[in-house]
């Protein structure tokens, strides 16, 4: 305070005595006049240029990043002076050339800026005109000779053509041009040097990060409360915001003061008053110009911040269209160095998320050879799946036309044939086809070659059903030796044949384990289902990068086919229950047989549902699954048999019945596509006048999924064990009801034990077990 006073009384004494220039020995950093306001001072304080980026940066928010450097002026260690100065600064003359340091020798091929400094101010100031705001900030912190060179009251030309050439609004009348420049050019907090803040608020006509603003913000309504005795009168010489610090930007109706311009302000104030005490001369007339002097400037802030905010909102705007443009152009030139390399737009569309690609500079060959081994094997990697999936679209077309010709094939076989024919997808997979779909994706196939491959099609058939019939042979062969009863069948057409199919590993099966398959014609017929796209597709296991070709089999067989020799026994046993031999019987001739015959397993317990007790009854198909050879079963009386059918009569075939599988045996029409059996039904009624077509007959089912039989519920009494069970017996002796409290535990624990129980409690819980009183229920 007293050096307030003392400076206030060495310009009264300089007023009085008429002198109206001011040698400044002294260059300061505000160059402000020393009967500048607080809120001047604040705005030209000798640390505006601090913290402020040589390089602005693209990330950071309003809230700032605060380095571990940054410090107030008042805390930074001060600087060691040098120890020779040749540089001085006279504003009397602008042609006077500094005194040239003895500089250190430069090495050749090395550039340096040390001789700068010693150049003329007038080549300076030449050189100055044609930088930016922000090149002049970066500048005046390089050095202390440059930093008084351009706070010099004669580099203001040099501030203000920066300015009007970035055609930034005009700085207020008590602001200075470096001052004005920090403010909209910097990006650092004015209070604590925090970087990266990019919003200014220029109603305070500061720029402060969320952080300080929460701390030094205070609303009207608080004023009374953080300043005592205020006068309100105060308020109106202070410029005040709409928008608060925790307001995260968005203005309000209330008024927000910056508790250091409100001090300063009533600091400044009284001493005013003071010189008014002391009855100094025009103190009062002073006082009253001093206010509305800053009356003025708060209403100056209050017209001119909207514009100068609308000014900064659209330079904000034309730098992130300047940065968004050259870091276009930066991901541009990448994609002409990779198009060199020969990959397309495709192959490095991933440019957009890539970090090497959110940089702005130019793409030399240096910057090129640094980041190449960060893009191109992910370039690669997308070249490589791009080749793969237009060769697998090339794949899948040739599948196609194969598909095409296949089903004009159909049309010159027998359709109750069909059910023999594999699906398109194994055709695929058999010479001469495959050699054509495997093609390269470059080479074109003729419709000679097609016609050459078709021409082939019934022996290629033809011998994979003899390879497959003798693989069977095979297969029967060497785990028939299991038999100790019966001689394996020598033939595949027999009900002894049994097999079943286990999937093979990448096989999409329904089901772990499949159906059985009774002698060669359900072998035969048996198709897993499966679509060529799925095989020869972008994401089909041949597309695969590590090709396993027993994945690729697995879709020609859909799964291992195993001879179970135990399966035989059982399979015996039932044909024999029927009446008839199983050596010379047929899978057909069974099913005839059986039609009016169900089972019931010996060994399995009867269950009980809804309080009726029921057991499982099994057609002959269905008993082979989830039963062993030593299974006993018994043939079911005709009243339950009967029950049994006319349960199965409403899921009869279900499952087949609206699948399309079915087709016309007495035409190709379906040789397209296979139809559900009511449209085929339709079919026979419409064109071939068949009424009550009979199946094998009149229509044949294509597709074979297997055939499991049925299983159906039939009531049964409930059984002696389940009544004893009832009644306790048969289960050995029971525990005696709990009827035990424990005495230790609390009273309103209702927990009960059997006697023993509760000794086990005790000691579980540490309690001794010795003389235990326990009693009954309460």
Not at 211 to 240: A, G, W, Y
């Amino acid at each position: 305070m007293s050096t307030r006073i003392t400076r206030r009384s060495n310009a009264l004494a300089l007023q009085n005595s008429a002198k109206t220039e001011v040698e400044v020995a002294d260059v300061q950093m505000n160059h402000a006049d020393e009967d500048l306001d607080d809120l001047t001072e604040d705005t030209l304080s000798d640390n505006w240029y601090e913290g402020v980026d040589e390089e602005n940066s693209d990330s950071g928010s309003e809230y700032g990043a605060r380095s571990k450097g940054s410090a107030s002026k008042d805390n930074r260690p001060t600087k060691r002076a040098k120890k020779s100065s040749n540089v001085s600064v006279r504003k009397t003359s602008k042609s006077t050339k500094a005194s040239t340091p003895k500089s250190a020798p430069v090495r050749r091929g090395k550039k340096s800026l040390s001789l700068l400094p010693t150049m003329p101010l007038d080549v300076l100031f030449e050189i100055f005109s044609l930088l930016t705001s922000k090149d002049l900030l970066a500048i005046a912190r390089t050095s202390k000779n440059f930093r008084l060179t351009l706070m010099s009251r004669n580099a203001t030309t040099v501030w203000k053509a920066a300015r009007e050439s970035a055609q930034a609004p005009l700085c207020p009348s008590w602001v200075s041009e470096p001052a004005w420049a920090a403010l909209l050019f910097g990006n650092t907090c004015q209070s604590c040097n925090a970087k990266n803040v990019h919003k200014i608020d220029f109603q305070l006509l500061r720029r402060a990060c969320v952080q300080c603003k929460k701390s030094h913000l205070v609303v009207r309504s608080r004023m009374s409360s953080r300043f005592p005795n205020i006068d309100t009168e105060i308020m109106e010489l202070v410029p005040s915001t709409s928008v608060g610090g925790w307001a995260h930007g968005h203005s309000s109706s209330s008024q927000f003061f910056w508790d250091d311009d409100v001090e300063n302000m009533v600091l400044k104030v009284a001493e005013k008053q003071r010189d008014v005490d002391m009855g100094l001369p025009d103190a009062r007339k002073w006082l009253g110009d001093f206010k509305r002097e800053q009356k003025a400037r708060v209403h100056f802030l209050e017209e001119n911040a909207y514009l100068w905010a609308s000014w900064f909102d659209n330079q904000s705007k034309e730098k992130r269209r300047e940065a968004n443009a050259k870091q276009t152009s930066h991901i541009e030139q990448i994609k002409q160095r990779l198009q060199e390399l020969g990959y397309i737009e495709a192959d490095f569309e991933f440019l957009r998320w890539h970090d090497e690609a959110k940089s702005k500079a130019v793409v030399t060959d240096k910057v090129w050879e640094r980041i190449r081994p960060k893009i191109e094997p992910e370039a690669s990697n997308r070249r490589e799946a791009r080749l793969a999936h237009e060769a697998s679209v090339v794949r899948v077309a040739r599948c196609t036309v194969i598909d095409q010709g296949y089903k004009e094939y159909k049309k010159t076989v027998d359709p109750m044939q069909w059910k023999f024919l594999p699906p398109t997808t194994v055709i695929t997979l058999l010479d001469p086809f495959r050699t054509i779909v495997e093609k390269s994706a470059g080479e074109t196939v003729s419709d000679e070659e097609y016609h050459a491959a078709f021409e082939q099609l019934p022996e290629v058939l033809a011998a994979r059903l003899d390879e497959k019939r003798a693989n069977l042979m095979n297969l029967i062969a060497a785990q028939g030796a299991n038999l100790s009863e019966n001689v394996p069948p020598t033939s595949l057409d027999k009900v002894t044949s049994v097999f079943r199919y286990f999937p093979i590993r990448g096989c999409h099966s329904m089901a772990s384990e499949l159906p059985c398959l009774f002698g060669w014609d359900e072998v035969a017929a048996y198709h897993y289902p499966s679509d060529y796209k799925s095989l020869w597709g972008s994401w089909g296991p041949f597309s695969q990068r590590n090709r396993d070709e027993a994945i690729i089999q697995s879709y020609v067989e859909g799964g291992q086919l195993t001879y179970d020799p135990f399966i035989v026994l059982l399979v015996e046993k039932v044909v024999e229950a029927m009446g008839l031999h199983a050596g010379t019987t047929t899978a057909r001739e069974v099913d005839t047989k059986a039609a009016d015959i169900r089972f019931a397993c010996n060994k399995c317990t009867p269950s009980k549902r809804a309080g009726a007790w029921y057991r499982l009854g099994y057609t002959w198909r269905a008993l082979q699954s989830g039963h062993r050879s030593d299974a006993a079963f018994t043939i079911l009386s005709s009243p339950e048999t009967a029950l049994l059918k006319q349960s199965e009569e409403g899921s009869d075939d279900q499952f087949t019945r609206t699948r399309p599988v079915w087709a016309c045996a007495k035409c190709p029409a379906h040789s397209d596509g296979l139809q559900m059996r009511d449209i085929v039904f339709r079919h026979l009624r419409d064109s071939h006048a068949i009424e009550n077509p009979a199946e094998e007959v009149d229509y044949t089912r294509v597709v074979h999924y297997g055939r499991t039989g049925h299983t159906a519920r039939f009531s049964v009494p409930a059984p002696v064990e389940a009544a004893n069970a009832k009644k306790g017996a048969g289960h050995g002796p029971r525990n005696p009801p709990a009827t035990k409290r424990c005495l230790k535990c609390a009273p309103n624990v209702t927990r009960r034990f059997i006697p023993s129980g509760v000794l086990a409690h005790l000691r579980d819980n540490g309690r001794k077990t010795q003389n235990i009183e326990t009693t009954g229920r309460r």
